[in-house]
């Protein structure tokens, strides 16, 4: 039996870059990882360090940790689909698609973006432009467009949206998608049914365009376009449900990445400091609700 990919959402420091994150991600027992390479919310990038990069390598090496299954998360700033400035965007894809490049990642998730006003159709023309002019046949980097919650205006909450997409690139082979349960749920599929969601996924666009997975719980109900992420197992999707789709064979050999929210102090402060993950794979690995989830993290932590 080929082993379960999992991991998380971890951080990309200055000072050691893929090297700190692949040790991070193996504090929590994970065999993946993704990262932002810098903050998403501004455009602000430090040199990717060749010597950081190297020595990250050789860690995953001796784990074991195969680079193709790494993420990198495209910052969320980018607006692919309405943007009055449809250069910067190109201009700074490019960009992260070369530093992910350099640090030997395969794979990039892009948010479609939101129409703001301008309309889904419109706003699909821009996407399909932006992705063409970045996507090129030396790039080794696929562009995997997520699944959004469809949350205000975003787009790419229905496989429509997102087969649309697919259908105005060039280049197919550099193409993919990344599935987020949490988004999906609020976006109005029934994940309860995830035979019938992967059908529908497999019918529109092709089983084959799946390159990712976000494994998130979430806070709302199905239809709730609200995008907020809960611990597994602890919101409305359920642990049966998330291990469900997390062990379905049809899409076994694909990354599974965990954002689910960190924990809070004892004294609820709003201040979030504690990685979930280490203990949210533990139980995936195990299969078994820890109901004692959130206290074991903060005394684990504390
Ligand atoms: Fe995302
Ligand atoms: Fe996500
Ligand atoms: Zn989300």
Do not use: W
Request: glycine share 6%.
């Amino acid at each position: 039996m080929r082993e379960l990919i999992i991991g998380s959402h971890v951080s990309f420091t200055k000072d050691e870059q893929l090297l700190g994150s692949v040790k991070e991600a193996l504090s929590y027992g994970a065999n993946t990882l993704m990262l932002y390479t810098g903050a998403p919310q501004n455009t602000n990038r430090v040199p990717i360090n060749k010597e950081l990069t190297l020595k990250a390598h050789q860690l995953m090496a001796e784990y074991n940790i195969d680079i193709d299954n790494l993420v990198v998360h495209a910052p969320y700033i980018i607006n692919p689909a309405n943007t009055d400035n449809l250069d910067f965007a190109i201009t700074f894809l490019k960009q992260e698609m070369s530093r992910t490049e350099e640090l030997g990642i395969s794979k990039i998730v892009l948010h479609p973006g939101s129409h703001v006003g301008l309309g889904s159709d419109k706003a699909i023309t821009n996407i399909i432009e932006v992705l063409n002019k970045v996507l090129n046949v030396d790039s080794k980097v696929t562009i995997c467009i997520e699944t959004m919650a469809g949350k205000g205006t975003e787009i790419g909450s229905r496989f429509e949206e997102i087969k649309q997409i697919i259908d105005g690139i060039k280049l197919k082979n550099k193409i993919g998608v990344c599935l987020d349960t949490c988004h999906i749920n609020d976006a109005g599929y029934d994940i309860t049914d995830f035979d019938k969601v992967l059908d529908e996924f497999d019918e529109l666009i092709g089983l084959e365009y799946l390159k990712c997975l976000h494994i998130n719980d979430s806070k709302n109900e199905i239809s709730a376009h609200k995008d907020r992420h809960e611990n597994f197992g602890f919101g409305t999707l359920g642990f049966d449900n998330l291990i469900n789709i997390i062990y379905h064979p049809k899409i076994k050999d694909i990354p599974k990445i965990l954002e689910t929210p960190y924990v809070t102090k004892e004294d609820n402060s709003k201040e979030r400091l504690y990685p979930p993950y280490k203990f949210e794979i533990e139980m995936i690995r195990e299969k078994v609700l820890n109901n004692n989830l959130i206290d074991d993290i903060r005394t684990y932590y504390k």
